[in-house]
């Protein structure tokens, strides 16, 4: 994760946020036009997360049931006035993106596909999202109706040749997706956290909750092809999953949805 040393946090913080600010190096750790992201250098470290209003309420939601069953950072503030703030702690480790683990492509992939495959084999039942599924199906048809088809992550768009295309497909298998496991949401590498190879936990949680694990399985295979550069780790993502719960079609609809931001 990149950190780049700045003067200053660029916004004003509640006072009960100055305990872990005053006093300590500030790093902007942004990766995302969407929201801010701020490493601040103190004690263990810190987190702090500035979005839209609003906008991080979920994710807060989402993180804080993680960090419950052990797979989450601790959440040391949350508010939301004039912008969202969401203070956390570091997590141990670093995430996928770090060198050492690109470095190993074969035991990354095979990392990240076990534990995802664990992840889905968690109870659910106390999760705060119990319908992910539906926000998504929501989603998907809104940023259709208002053009959002977004190819700039997938350049051969998957095979579809229009947005018309896409949403055909989407629109006839949408029905077929399930609310059965819990979902991170966006299972990208930087999302991923390790600790010398052994999972510390999940970060960016704002799209998890319960919904098909194809969704999860999609972002998998296309991180490995996107950070590793190569699309060699496909078939061996899938296999160390387990070819059992994967269904190749599902894949080919989730992708219709994802080319719709």
Same mark, same amino acid.
């Given at each position: ?115 995802? $495959?664990?992840?889905?084999?968690? #109870?659910?039942?106390?999760?705060? &999202?119990? !319908? +992910? ?6 989603? =998907? ?56 190879? $052994?999972?510390?936990?999940?970060? #960016?949680?704002?799209?998890?909750? &319960?919904? !098909? +694990? ?6 998998? =295979? ?40």
């Amino acid at each position: 994760m990149k950190r780049t040393l700045i003067d200053s946090l660029p916004l004003a913080l509640p006072h009960e946020f100055d305990k872990f600010i005053v006093g300590a190096k500030i790093f902007d750790s942004s990766c995302s036009p969407e929201a801010r992201v701020y490493y601040i250098e103190s004690d263990g470290g810190y987190y702090l997360k500035t979005a839209p209003k609003g906008t991080l309420l979920r994710e807060a939601q989402m993180t804080e049931y993680f960090h419950s069953i052990g797979l989450g950072a601790e959440i040391l503030g949350y508010c939301s006035g004039d912008v969202d703030l969401l203070l956390t702690s570091r997590m141990r480790g670093e995430d996928c993106t770090h060198a050492d683990y690109l470095a190993d492509g074969k035991r990354l992939c095979d990392t990240i596909a076990t534990e995802l $495959r664990r992840l889905h084999e968690l #109870d659910f039942s106390d999760c705060p &999202v119990q !319908d +992910r599924i539906s926000e998504y199906i929501t989603t =998907v048809e809104a940023n259709y109706r208002t053009g959002n088809y977004d190819t700039s992550h997938f350049p051969d768009s998957f095979g579809y040749t229009s947005a018309e295309d896409a949403m055909l497909v989407f629109k006839d298998g949408s029905s077929r997706l399930r609310r059965d496991v819990l979902l991170h949401g966006d299972y990208c590498l930087p999302n991923i956290m390790l600790d010398n190879w $052994r999972l510390s936990g999940f970060i #960016d949680l704002g799209n998890g909750g &319960v919904g !098909d +694990r194809h969704i999860d399985i999609f972002w998998g =295979v296309w991180t490995l092809g996107f950070n590793l550069r190569t699309d060699a780790y496909r078939d061996r993502f899938l296999d160390a999953y387990g070819r059992d719960k994967v269904d190749e079609e599902m894949l080919r609809i989730v992708a219709a949805a994802e080319v719709f931001g």
